[in-house]
């Protein structure tokens, strides 16, 4: 089955503790990118990767990095969580030759305290 | 810049048209998306609508798109109370960046 797959899927953290959410994807496409979700604010690009080893800032790149070493997976490193940070992440997929916009996970809900 | 506007909360009837209007700013979008997306779950792509159209229709769901006014709608034919969710529309200034709006949340009651 076509997917991207998030982990993990809820977190509850400390402030100042560094963290990684995971994300693959198994369509082979060469589009990935994280977004955050926060109530009346819709969702809002963190990071993009347009293919292997080629990231970009999007709207709302503070206090979060990010590596594309392989095609599959972008992992979202949070080196120093603050309570602001806590928030709804989507990790997505596409691919230039689909006209059907992109593929999401389901989401990781981390609560930072 | 670029800013998508949604309503924030509509209610209807089961069985009666639902209308979702968004507002979007960059004209050059190539496609208008709508996604929906259900409690606890990701977001999942409704529909779409190329730039050069004026309107789709896909089963119950009708898109409408205005592009002098830059607004575009999503009409639910026959609500049911399965389509209680967040809409959201985006517009894509560029491949690398869906432009979300604030999300639409739906209420069907019975």
């Known amino acids: 089955e076509a997917q991207v797959t998030q982990n993990p899927r809820y977190l509850i953290t400390v402030t100042g503790k560094k963290l990684t959410v995971t994300c693959s994807q198994n369509?082979?496409?060469?589009?990935m990118s994280w977004y955050r979700q926060d109530p009346g604010l819709g969702l809002r690009q963190i990071y993009y990767?347009?293919?292997?080893?080629?990231?970009d800032k999007g709207d709302v790149p503070e206090g979060y990095k990010v590596s594309r070493k392989e095609k599959r997976n972008f992992p979202l490193i949070l080196e120093s969580p603050s309570p602001n940070q806590t928030s709804l992440y989507f990790c997505?997929?596409?691919?230039?030759?689909?006209?059907?916009?992109?593929?999401f996970g389901s989401g990781t809900r981390l609560t930072v305290v | 810049g670029e800013d998508v506007e949604q309503s924030l909360f509509l209610s209807v009837r089961e069985g009666d048209s639902s209308v979702i209007n968004c507002t979007y700013t960059?004209?050059?979008?190539?496609?208008l998306y709508w996604y929906k997306q259900e409690p606890g779950a990701g977001l999942q792509l409704l529909t779409y609508i190329f730039s050069n159209m004026d309107m789709k229709q896909d089963q119950r769901l009708t898109v409408l798109l205005n592009k002098k006014d830059k607004h575009l709608s999503l009409r639910i034919a026959d609500t049911q109370t399965g389509d209680s969710a967040i809409y959201f529309c985006a517009e894509t200034p560029g491949f690398q960046k869906l432009v979300f709006g604030t999300g639409t949340r739906l209420l069907v009651s019975p």
């Open positions: 997505a997929s596409g691919s230039r030759v689909s006209v059907e916009g992109y593929t």
């Open positions: 369509m082979n496409h060469e589009y």
């Open positions: 960059d004209s050059s979008s190539t496609y």
């Open positions: 990767s347009m293919n292997v080893e080629v990231t």
